[in-house]
């Protein structure tokens, strides 16, 4: 799984390689909001937990 932010997501999916499948991603109009976002994510085990809880049948096959 890949935490980050870009103002160009097809261009960051394309840097990461073939080996990359986007299966979720969210949308701010602030790059603060994003970047908060990244920084919970990363810092907080239990917001990664919700998030696999509700993203399970996608992650799955991976």
């Known amino acids: 799984m890949y935490y980050g932010y870009t103002n160009d997501l097809k261009r960051r999916c394309s840097e990461h390689g073939k080996a990359w499948q986007l299966v979720y991603y969210e949308a701010y109009r602030a790059k603060t909001d994003a970047q908060?976002?990244?920084?919970?994510?990363?810092?907080?085990?239990?917001a990664r937990t919700h998030f696999k809880?509700?993203?399970?049948d996608s992650l799955k096959h991976f």
């Open 53 to 56: 809880k509700r993203a399970a």
């Open 36 to 46: 908060r976002r990244e920084r919970m994510m990363k810092q907080y085990g239990q």
